[in-house]
């Protein structure tokens, strides 16, 4: 397995993230579906990487610049058939360690609060996340969790 920078190029990653974007309409409404789709995940303020099982996209995740100190944790998916395989965790701290490389104080995130999502939330209380008020643009939202953690 290897994680590295994406440039979201290639076809099996644009795939892999539809993929995330069907499913989580499917879950959520509309209205609480913060996905970023490709062209936001190329934009410069992004970073974006992709775990690799040889030639296979087995998970991904992103982190955005939100100012100098303060990014987001975006797009972390692990393909279904690797769930619970370790992917997240090591894909988590792979981000964790590239966010403080990066001079970041603050990571933080918004995930679903419906029972799906409730694997996601115990990961990253795992790596010390704390439910925090909504941030960035975010507005409360019954479907949303916010967590944030410091660096």
Sequence with gaps: MEIVVDDLSGSEIAEFLDEHVQQMR????????????????RKPEVTFWSVRDGDAVVGCGAIKRLDAGHAELKSMRTTPARKRSGIASALLEHVIAEAKRMGFARLSLETGSADFFLPARKLYEKFSFVCCAPFADYQPDSNSTFMTRVL
Excluded: R
Excluded at 27 to 41: F, G, V
């Design 26 to 41: 499917a879950i959520t409404p509309l209205e609480s579906k913060h996905a970023l789709d490709l062209d936001e995940l």
